[in-house]
C-alpha cells in the first residue's frame, strides 16, 4: 500500500467518529423536540378537557334559548340544530313532504300522514281527533310547531295540559307558578291550549334537561316527578324524589322519559298523569285506568268507552334486555362522541340505525349491516304482527257495528266492546311506541299477541250474547 492511501485511510477513520456524534447528535435533538412538542400537545389537551366549556355568557334558571347556551357550548348546539333533520329508517322516522303555507298554518314542510299509509287507524280511532290527523315523527326541532298547527286542534279544543312535553316548559311554569313548578304546572294545565301556546317560546331546550350552574342531569317535569313517586311507592319506597334520589345513569334515562311516557288529563282540572300507580307494563296501566273508569273517547261505530295510547318508550323500554343491561336511552340515540380531547354527548338525537357506529358498536362487536339487519328483522316481525292484530281488531269493530245495526242493544255488547277495549289497548301500546317493537321485542309480541286474542274473546263473546237474545 502506498503512502496516499495510507494517508487517505487514516484521515477516513478519523472522521467516522465525528459523522457518529453529528447523527446521534441530529436524531437527539429531533427526540428532544418530538418530546416537548408532543408534551406540549399533551399538556393543551389536558388544559382543553380540563376547561369543556367556555363562559361567554352567565347561564341562569330563567334563559329558555338554547342559542344562548349554546355560545358556552357551540359543539353541543351545533348537535342540537341538526334534529331539523328528516331521515327515514325502514320503520320510522319522516321524510319531508312539501305544502302550500296557509294563513291557519305558515308549515311548508311536514311529515307524511300515517292515516294515509294505513287507512286502518281511522276506523280504529273513529270519532276521536286522531282520526283527523296523525303523522309519521319529526325530529325535537319540530315538536312545538307540529302540535300547535295539527288538525286535531281543530277536531277538539286541548289544553295547555299538551304544552308539558311539547315546549320548553320549565321557565313558563316557573312563571306561571310564582317560583312553584308544580303551581305553574297546575295552573297551564287548565288554560286552553293557545291562551297557554302564548307563555312558550321553544321546543325542548338545553334548561329542560340541565341544571345551568352545574350542568347536571335534573327533571323539571312535574309530571314525571309525580309518576316516579306513585311508581316507587308501588314498589314500597315512599317519598321518592327523582332529582335527589335517582343515580346518574338512571338520570341518562329520566330525562328523556320525562315525555316519551303513556300519559292522560285527569279530572276537570286536566292534570298530565303518567298511570304508573300499579306499575309500568300494559298490563297494569289498562288495569289503573279501568279502577279510574277512564275514557279518552267513545267509539263512533261500536259505542265501546275507548283509550288511545301516547308514545310509551320509557314503560317498554323498561321490559327490555337493554334496560335490564344498564343501557340508558342516551347511549343509544345520544352516543358519546370525540372532540378533540372532549368526549361529549351527541345531541342530535336520533335513530341509532343512522350512527350504528356510536350506538351499537360500542358494545356489539358485529359488522354495522349485520346489526341492522338484526334491528331490522325484529322490527319487521313485530310491524307483521301489529298487521294481524289490527286486521283482527278491524273484525271486532266491523262485527260489533254490524250488531248495533240490527238492533242489539248496548247492554247485549257489553262484554265484546269491554274486549274492544282492551285488544285496541294492547295494540295501541305497541303502534304509538317508537321503537316497532325493538326496546322489548318478547314484550311487544306479547302485547300483540294479547291483543289477538282479546279480540277472539269478543267474538265469542259476541256470538254467546246474540244466540242468547233470540
Given amino acids: 500500500m502506498n503512502e496516499q492511501s495510507t494517508h487517505s485511510s487514516r ?3 478519523r472522521k467516522r467518529p465525528l459523522r457518529f456524534f453529528i447523527t446521534i447528535g441530529i436524531i437527539s435533538g429531533l427526540a428532544a423536540f418530538g418530546a416537548v412538542a408532543l408534551l406540549v400537545n399533551i399538556m393543551e389537551r389536558k388544559q382543553e378537557s380540563r376547561n369543556p366549556f367556555y ?3 352567565e347561564l341562569t334558571d330563567s334563559i329558555e334559548d338554547a342559542e344562548l347556551w349554546g355560545k358556552n357550548f357551540p359543539m353541543q348546539y351545533d348537535d342540537y340544530k341538526r334534529t331539523v333533520d328528516q331521515v327515514r329508517t325502514r320503520f320510522g322516522g319522516s321524510e319531508a313532504v312539501p305544502r302550500t303555507p296557509t294563513q291557519a298554518d305558515p308549515r311548508s314542510i311536514i311529515a307524511q300522514s300515517r292515516l294515509e299509509e294505513d287507512p286502518r287507524l281511522k276506523i280504529i280511532w273513529a270519532g276521536y281527533a286522531f282520526a283527523r290527523d296523525f303523522r309519521e315523527d319529526r325530529g325535537h326541532a319540530y315538536m312545538l310547531e307540529d302540535q300547535t298547527y295539527t288538525e286535531r286542534q281543530i277536531a277538539v279544543k286541548q289544553p295547555g295540559t299538551c304544552l308539558h312535553c311539547h315546549a320548553s316548559i320549565y321557565v313558563p311554569y316557573m312563571r306561571a307558578g310564582d317560583g312553584d313548578l308544580i303551581k305553574g304546572f297546575e295552573t297551564m294545565n287548565q288554560l286552553p291550549f293557545f291562551e297557554a301556546r302564548k307563555l312558550v317560546t321553544h321546543p325542548i331546550a338545553c334548561i329542560d334537561c340541565h341544571d345551568p350552574k352545574t350542568m347536571q342531569l335534573r327533571i323539571t317535569r312535574p309530571a314525571f316527578i309525580e309518576g316516579m313517586r306513585s311508581l316507587k311507592a308501588s314498589q314500597g319506597l315512599h317519598n321518592y324524589d327523582v332529582n335527589s334520589m ?11 322519559g320525562q315525555c316519551h311516557v303513556e300519559y ?4 276537570p282540572e286536566k292534570r298530565l298523569t303518567y298511570p304508573w300507580h300499579k306499575g309500568l307494563v300494559v298490563d297494569s296501566i289498562l288495569s289503573y285506568y279501568d279502577e279510574q273508569q277512564f275514557k279518552d273517547w267513545i267509539h263512533a261505530e261500536t259505542g265501546a268507552e275507548v283509550l288511545k295510547v301516547q308514545h310509551p318508550e320509557f314503560e317498554l323500554w323498561n321490559q327490555g334486555i337493554h334496560a335490564r343491561s344498564g343501557v340508558a336511552c342516551a347511549d343509544c340515540h345520544m352516543p358519546y362522541k370525540r372532540e378533540g380531547a372532549l368526549k361529549i354527548s351527541d345531541h342530535h338525537v336520533q335513530s341509532p340505525l343512522l350512527n350504528i357506529n356510536r350506538a351499537c ?3 356489539h362487536k358485529w359488522s354495522e349491516g349485520e346489526l341492522k339487519a338484526r334491528v331490522e328483522t325484529i322490527q319487521g316481525r313485530t310491524f307483521r304482527l301489529r298487521n294481524l292484530a289490527m286486521d283482527a281488531l278491524i273484525d271486532l269493530i266491523h262485527d260489533l257495528k254490524r250488531a248495533r245495526e240490527t238492533g242489539a242493544s248496548d247492554n247485549m255488547l257489553t262484554k265484546a266492546k269491554q274486549y274492544q277495549r282492551n285488544a285496541q289497548f294492547y295494540l295501541d301500546f305497541v303502534e304509538a311506541e317508537n321503537s316497532t317493537g325493538f326496546h322489548a321485542p318478547e314484550e311487544a309480541a306479547r302485547i300483540l299477541g294479547e291483543s289477538i286474542n282479546f279480540v277472539r274473546l269478543g267474538q265469542v263473546a259476541l256470538r254467546n250474547d246474540l244466540n242468547a237474545a233470540r
Wanted: aromatic share 12%.
Fill in 246 to 256: 335517582a343515580t346518574r345513569q338512571e338520570m341518562r334515562v329520566y330525562v328523556c
Fill in 55 to 57: 363562559r361567554v355568557v
Fill in 361 to 363: 358498536q360500542t358494545c
Fill in 11 to 13: 484521515q477516513e477513520q
Fill in 264 to 267: 292522560y288529563f285527569k279530572g
